[in-house]
């Protein structure tokens, strides 16, 4: 991998670490091991943002995420995120998401939060992986219920590198600002009864109750889902350079599974799902299945 894509994650990590302080140049020079006026022109080239923009947008997302989780003052959040004042945080939090801080507080709606996707991983995606050393795998039965699925529809994508180049990747931002019945955002592989005409096949969502009101944002769509049995494919933890190999390690014993094992066969009637790629967890994607014979 290139030493000027290294060089920009490094920057990247150091601003994670210190997000709480005063984030110089100087100090994203020092991390990044180039001069500071290389850092800057590195940063910005590969992330399409300043190292100011980047800090601040971020700053502001884990501000939306601290009053909607934890109902913590306003001032707090402001001073615990390194802004300058109160009314500096306000002023930004509206700018950046179209209301005000101590509104979202009282009343948390969809906003498109800021996910900094590591440079390196763009890189990742392009190398060849080596799967003679394979992953263990872990296979279990699960029971989902009756659902529905806030969705933002791409239109060709079957992938989520194609799904982002079509709509782009602040939807999970979104998504992650928005209530879920398993606390996170879902990606999905829709069968064609679930698809409109001219729409992908890879979408990303929340999966919410089958009733009550719940928000749908501007561009979404909802689809009801069934209750419905899943294979759950779940790898080993893997350091986040690794994801590209545990994503297919996972995927590669996934095609090879006979579920008559289990007595059950495939229902390819209903989507396939894949959860956020996270280390600590391992790749997690779930395929529908039904009793043999039906």
Same mark, same amino acid.
Request: hydrophobic residues 40%.
């Given at each position: 991998?290139?030493?000027?894509?290294?060089?920009?994650?490094? !920057?990247?990590?150091?601003?994670?670490?210190?997000?709480?302080?005063?984030?110089?140049?100087?100090?994203?020079?020092?991390?990044?091991?180039?001069?500071?006026?290389?850092?800057?022109?590195?940063?910005?080239?590969?992330?399409?943002?300043?190292?100011?923009?980047?800090?601040?947008?971020?700053?502001?997302?884990?501000?939306?995420?601290?009053?909607?989780?934890?109902?913590?003052?306003?001032?707090?959040?402001?001073?615990?995120?390194?802004?300058?004042?109160?009314?500096?945080?306000?002023?930004?939090?509206?700018?950046?998401?179209?209301?005000?801080?101590?509104?979202?507080?009282?009343?948390?709606?969809?906003?498109?939060?800021?996910?900094?996707?590591?440079?390196?991983?763009?890189?990742?995606?392009?190398?060849?992986?080596?799967?003679?050393?394979?992953?263990?795998?872990?296979?279990?039965?699960?029971?989902?219920?009756?659902?529905?699925?806030?969705?933002?529809?791409?239109?060709?994508?079957?992938?989520?590198?194609?799904?982002?180049?079509?709509?782009?990747?602040?939807?999970?931002?979104?998504? !992650?600002? !928005?209530?879920?019945?398993?606390?996170?955002?879902?990606?999905?592989?829709?069968?064609?009864?679930?698809?409109?005409?001219?729409?992908?096949?890879?979408?990303?969502?929340?999966?919410?109750?089958?009733?009550?009101?719940?928000?749908?944002?501007?561009?979404?769509?909802?689809?009801?889902?069934?209750?419905?049995?899943?294979?759950?494919?779940?790898?080993?933890?893997?350091?986040?350079?690794?994801?590209?190999?545990?994503?297919?390690?996972?995927?590669?014993? !996934?095609?090879?599974?006979?579920?008559?094992?289990?007595?059950?066969?495939?229902?390819?009637?209903?989507?396939?799902?894949?959860?956020?790629?996270?280390?600590?967890?391992?790749?997690?994607?779930?395929?529908?299945?039904?009793?043999?014979?039906?």
């Amino acid at each position: 991998m290139k030493e000027q894509i290294l060089a920009v994650q490094r !920057m990247q990590e150091y601003i994670e670490a210190h997000l709480s302080e005063e984030i110089t140049l100087a100090g994203l020079a020092q991390a990044s091991l180039f001069s500071p006026w290389h850092s800057y022109r590195l940063f910005r080239a590969h992330l399409g943002l300043t190292p100011a923009e980047y800090v601040r947008r971020l700053r502001l997302s884990r501000s939306a995420m601290r009053l909607r989780a934890e109902h913590v003052r306003v001032v707090d959040v402001a001073a615990d995120l390194g802004f300058g004042s109160v009314d500096g945080f306000q002023r930004a939090f509206l700018r950046e998401f179209g209301c005000n801080p101590g509104d979202y507080a009282r009343t948390p709606v969809p906003i498109p939060l800021f996910i900094p996707y590591g440079v390196k991983f763009r890189e990742l995606r392009k190398e060849v992986i080596d799967m003679e050393a394979l992953q263990s795998v872990f296979v279990q039965l699960v029971r989902k219920p009756a659902r529905r699925a806030v969705i933002r529809r791409g239109i060709r994508a079957e992938d989520y590198f194609a799904y982002c180049a079509e709509v782009g990747c602040d939807v999970w931002g979104l998504l !992650m600002s !928005m209530d879920s019945l398993g606390g996170e955002p879902v990606c999905l592989w829709l069968p064609e009864s679930y698809r409109k005409p001219g729409t992908s096949v890879y979408v990303q969502g929340v999966e919410v109750p089958p009733e009550g009101d719940c928000p749908v944002p501007e561009g979404f769509d909802v689809i009801t889902l069934p209750e419905t049995e899943y294979l759950m494919f779940q790898g080993e933890p893997f350091r986040e350079e690794d994801y590209c190999a545990a994503i297919l390690a996972v995927q590669h014993a !996934m095609a090879r599974y006979d579920p008559a094992l289990i007595g059950h066969a495939w229902d390819d009637s209903q989507p396939r799902i894949q959860l956020e790629p996270r280390g600590e967890r391992g790749y997690i994607e779930l395929r529908a299945v039904r009793p043999a014979g039906r």
